[in-house]
């Protein structure tokens, strides 16, 4: 079956560190492959998506790009802020799975002033 | 803009009580779900219904049922609550489309506690 694999945290960086948390997926056929997160005592929002290979998601400085030929969709941004602390989830949804998703563990951020 | 509601942020029950979640979504989406979210363990899907009173099992049905008598309606029954049961409920919609493109929506979560 789908699964989706995450970095598994938590992570803790600096105020304007770079930041990677890597995703790789396993599915059948082409799906589509979200970020999202979860700030504290929140449900989750989409943060981004890509919905073929090679796209490229981007929003509010994070990016990640769908990377079929290695089944990855890595989160990146360049320079984190304290207001980026939060959980950070992988996901897929297939076509064959009549609309539901498959989710990574989450990742848990934090970043330090 | 997209909103999902779940009716309480927080609900304190007791152990054998049947226990009522409520989720409306106003964005006319054919698909709804349910998940808990425990520590260590992630989202898991509890339900998933794709039309009113269409329903699946998720992956861990066991101790709760589920309606959808209306389309932006979705209702969880604990039908006796555990102490097991004690979790964060999150609540989400979705368009079908024809595509797999659509993401899910979800509600800002209540967290429940079984004593």
């Known amino acids: 079956g789908d699964s989706v694999t995450q970095m598994e945290g938590p992570v803790t960086l600096s105020e304007e560190a770079f930041l990677t948390i890597n995703c790789t997926y396993t599915a059948t056929g082409y799906p589509s492959l979200f970020w999202y997160v979860q700030y504290p005592g929140e449900g989750l929002q989409l943060l981004l998506k890509a919905t073929k290979a090679d796209d490229k998601g981007s929003n509010k400085g994070f990016e990640a790009t769908y990377r079929k030929e290695t089944t990855s969709f890595h989160l990146e941004k360049g320079s984190v802020q304290v207001s980026d602390s939060a959980v950070y989830f992988c996901a897929l949804r297939a076509n064959t799975n009549a609309g539901k998703s498959t989710f990574g563990d989450g990742t848990t951020l934090t970043v330090k002033p | 803009d997209v909103k999902v509601t779940q009716s309480s942020r927080y609900l304190v029950k007791r152990t054998g009580e049947k226990v009522f979640l409520e989720c409306v979504q106003d964005m006319d989406h054919e698909n709804m779900f349910w998940y808990r979210q425990d520590p260590g363990l992630g989202l898991r899907l509890i339900y998933f219904s794709y039309d009113v009173k269409m329903k699946e099992k998720g992956d861990i049905p066991e101790g709760y049922s589920v309606s959808r008598e209306k389309k932006e309606r979705f209702s969880l029954i604990l039908e006796s609550a555990s102490t097991n049961q004690t979790s964060m409920y999150l609540c989400?919609?979705?368009?079908?489309?024809?595509?797999?493109?659509?993401?899910?929506?979800f509600g800002d979560g209540t967290r429940l506690s079984i004593l």
């Open positions: 989400a919609s979705s368009l079908v489309g024809t595509r797999s493109n659509q993401p899910q929506h």
